[in-house]
């Protein structure tokens, strides 16, 4: 398994409606609404880094509202 984290930035309040959006997508097993540099933060745990990618590019960013992502994947 393969783990990482999105970092999403939302567009003015929709950092709420975003989350539960990002929290029905396949591979995402965690999400949080959070303070800081962005709003929210998914955990991944897919089978491989084209897993990631596919969650990450294709559906998180895919979702309207969605100003930017960061993705890290766990070397661990």
Same mark, same amino acid.
């Given at each position: 398994?393969?783990?990482?984290?999105?970092?999403?930035?939302?567009?003015?309040?929709?950092?709420?409606? %975003?989350?539960?959006?990002?929290? &029905?997508?396949?591979?995402? !097993?965690? =999400?949080?609404? /959070?303070? @800081?540099?962005?709003?929210?933060?998914?955990? %991944?745990?897919?089978?491989?880094? &084209?897993?990631?990618?596919? !969650?990450? =590019?294709?559906? /998180?960013? @895919?979702?309207?509202?969605?100003?930017?992502?960061?993705?890290?994947?766990?070397?661990?």
């Amino acid at each position: 398994m393969v783990r990482a984290y999105v970092m999403v930035k939302a567009h003015t309040s929709e950092a709420d409606r %975003l989350l539960r959006e990002v929290e &029905a997508i396949d591979g995402v !097993v965690d =999400a949080a609404v /959070v303070a @800081g540099d962005v709003d929210l933060i998914a955990t %991944l745990s897919v089978d491989s880094p &084209a897993d990631v990618k596919a !969650v990450s =590019a294709d559906s /998180v960013q @895919g979702i309207d509202g969605v100003e930017d992502t960061r993705t890290y994947v766990a070397m661990e």
